[in-house]
């Protein structure tokens, strides 16, 4: 997710055999990655309708008005029905085009590595009616009115989160040679999506754009990056290019694919709701996550960081972080035996292969939602009047609070406030307001976590007053 007209991200160069060169990362804002977004914004792509930064959105949606039913977006809304056209997918086709001569192109390439869920889609059909999108409503011009937004987000990303970034801990900790060139592209209007997207050009180097979310503003509309939450993202999104590919060797992949595959059936659901829809991306993911820790950890973040980040991750039901951390020291201690991850892979497939017991351990570890006070959970009767309810658990839980609203919306979303944890933190109280025949439903989502990290499991509350 870069933005910028020509300039799609400050390549990497490789100064030597040693590793990256010592030339500056250099995070934009892109055209591409804005036009893909706003359009899925105008097509009704919830990912791509948040408004973290109102005056944005404001401008988009006063802009983009008179162009709300241009026919790429009508076109949008019937493949996104039909394909699943959504979150990285988008970016995908937004990193896989070109832009010459005021044109846009899809990327030619040695290998397609388009996201699968275009394979269906009429793409020629989709890049001539998004020409015509950025002609008719004179998209440069929108782009070029913004020029001092995004101008600002790439400084503050430059000196918070790239000023201490270490880019030749890659070729170090993984014992290889990277021979792609590395982006950032800051989604400036994506909100909190963060991609990882590699395209493959016949005549070049690979690409690998690490395309970043900008979710967090100031009240005058300044982009603002936390090191804590940023850096850690970007660290995940360039490891993808040192581990997936070692998977895609047929005897790696052929002795992963049965431990990982029962594993990946116990957590599917909760995988699948992070848009990782398969075994072989659930371990990937894993590797990469704690690739991340490894590096937080060779690079003396405090304590409390790194905790955090485990606690994080065991959040996104990747329970066995902590023990893949650990397996993945073994590995930095041992660089004479294993001078590469690629070497280091059977040690990664013989810890899946022992993994599915302990899982489902960590699953019935979980804590869990027991019992609502006064009773009123799946409820067609509940009286009106109730002002307070509380919410008892298995376990004690830490301070974290993740209550989400039900698909319904707003309006169906009964609590008023947080009453605060009772009970030694086995139970926390909410102030609700209730209307008559009316259904309601939340949701406890899993950053509720116990005191060993483990999350909550995701528990949906619903009733229905009388």
């Known amino acids: 997710m870069i933005w910028a007209k020509k300039i799609v991200g400050l390549c990497i160069l490789l100064a030597s055999v040693l590793g990256f060169s010592q030339e500056k990362l250099t995070p934009k804002v892109d055209e591409r990655v804005e036009l893909v977004s706003i359009a899925f914004r105008l097509a009704g792509a919830e990912e791509y309708m948040r408004n973290d930064n109102k005056k944005y959105a404001e401008d988009i949606n006063a802009y983009f008005e008179p162009y709300k039913n241009a026919e790429i977006i009508q076109f949008i809304k019937e493949n996104r029905n039909q394909n699943g056209l959504g979150y990285d997918a988008v970016m995908s086709m937004a990193a896989h085009l070109s832009f010459k001569n005021n ?19 009429d793409q020629k059909k989709f890049v001539e009616l998004l020409n015509q999108f950025y002609k008719k409503s004179n998209f440069q011009k929108f782009f070029i009115n913004h020029a001092q937004n995004y101008a600002q987000a ?14 030749n801990w890659y070729a170090k900790f993984y014992g290889k040679v990277p021979n792609e060139e590395y982006k950032i592209i800051l989604g400036y209007g994506n909100g909190g999506g963060n991609y990882g997207i590699k395209v493959e050009p016949k ?69 699948n709701a992070q848009a990782y829809g398969n075994w072989e991306t659930m371990v990937n ?30 959040g996104r039901q990747f329970l066995w972080i902590k023990e893949l951390v650990d397996l993945l020291g073994n590995y930095e201690q041992n660089r004479q035996k294993y001078p ?4 280091f892979y059977p040690e990664i497939i013989a810890f899946y292969k022992n993994l599915e017991p302990q899982v489902k351990t960590m699953i019935a570890q979980q804590p869990k939602v027991v019992s609502v006070s006064p009773d009123i959970w799946n409820k067609n009767d509940v009286d009106p009047s109730i002002t307070e309810i509380t919410i008892n658990f298995s376990a004690e839980l830490l301070d974290f609070i993740n209550v989400k609203m039900g698909v319904q919306g707003r309006e169906h979303f009964p609590l008023s406030k947080n009453l605060g944890f009772e009970n030694n933190h086995q139970s926390i109280k909410f102030k609700m307001e209730l209307k008559p025949n009316t259904e309601y439903e939340f949701i406890l989502g899993n950053r509720f976590r116990d005191k060993n990290g483990f999350p909550l499991k995701e528990t949906s509350i619903k009733f229905k007053t009388k």
Do not use: C
């Open 285 to 314: 993911e894993s590797i990469v996550r704690a690739s991340v820790i490894r590096y937080m950890i060779a690079h003396h973040y405090a304590q409390k960081d790194i905790d955090d980040e485990i606690l994080a991750q065991r």
């Open 203 to 271: 005549n070049g180097k690979t690409i690998v754009n690490a395309i970043v979310g900008v979710w967090d503003f100031d009240e005058n509309g300044n982009a603002k990056f936390d090191k804590n939450e940023f850096q850690p993202l970007l660290i995940h999104e360039f490891n993808h290019s040192f581990v997936n590919y070692i998977l895609d060797k047929k005897d790696y992949h052929a002795q992963m694919k049965n431990s990982a595959e029962k594993i990946y059936a116990l957590l599917e659901k909760e995988m």
């Open 154 to 167: 790439e400084r503050e990303y430059q000196e918070v989160i790239l000023k201490d970034f270490n880019l």
């Open 340 to 343: 590469t991850l690629e070497s």
């Open 103 to 121: 044109q846009f192109k899809l990327v030619a390439e040695k290998e397609n590595t388009l996201d699968k869920r275009w394979t269906k889609v």
